[in-house]
């Protein structure tokens, strides 16, 4: 079966990077365009960026450009957020996903505070 398992959360300051994974198995993964959703506590989960499925192509929400930069190794079935000059706003639980395609993974929690 389809699992999506993330990592890489954690706390940071403001101003700090984390770099985000998610290893994907029980489907063709270099098939499958990729997104990475965020949920902060009390809102609604929301789309942060995607990848086509070559990697040539990324899309990126407006509160991220120039910050956060989504890629995959299709080699390994995995696909990355780096995230740079993380604020406050940031501060979500992390999930990838085939756009909405399969089940939620368990995500993975992005504290950013002083």
């Known amino acids: 079966q389809v699992q999506l398992v993330e990592s890489g959360g954690g706390l940071v300051q403001p101003g700090g990077s984390l770099r985000l994974s998610c290893v994907a198995s029980?489907?063709?993964?270099?098939?499958?365009?990729m997104t990475w959703y965020r949920q902060a506590p009390g809102k609604e989960r929301e789309l942060v960026a995607a990848?086509?499925?070559?990697?040539?192509?990324?899309n990126y929400a407006g509160s991220v450009k120039g910050r956060f930069t989504i890629s995959r190794d299709n080699a390994k079935n995995t696909v990355y957020l780096q995230m740079n000059s993380l604020q406050p706003e940031d501060t979500a639980v992390y999930y990838c996903?085939?756009?909405?395609?399969?089940?939620w993974g368990q995500g993975t929690q992005v504290t950013v505070s002083s």
């Open positions: 029980g489907f063709t993964f270099s098939n499958y365009a």
């Open positions: 990848i086509s499925s070559d990697g040539g192509s990324t």
């Open positions: 996903n085939a756009g909405r395609r399969f089940s």
